[in-house]
């Protein structure tokens, strides 16, 4: 699972999540998928309202690997 919001989203829509934290359907599902993050103080406003901390929320996007084109 790339995050938990689709878990914590429960039975809301993305829509729903959208407007309650001011993005447009597909910024949510977006977040959703992995594929973005949203800014911190969006990251703090979600962990405060879930909570559950930010590092499990967007777990791959605080633990990512180093990119193979990188020195090493």
């Known amino acids: 699972m790339k995050n938990l919001l689709k878990v914590l989203r429960g039975e809301r829509s993305q829509s729903e999540m959208a407007k309650q934290y001011g993005v447009s359907q597909q910024g949510w599902q977006s977040w959703e998928t992995g594929r973005t ?30 990119p193979s084109n990188l020195p090493r």
């Open 37 to 66: 993050v949203p800014d911190n103080a969006t990251m703090l406003r979600m962990e405060n309202a879930f909570d559950v901390p930010m590092e499990h929320i967007f777990f791959d996007a605080f633990n990512h690997k180093k």
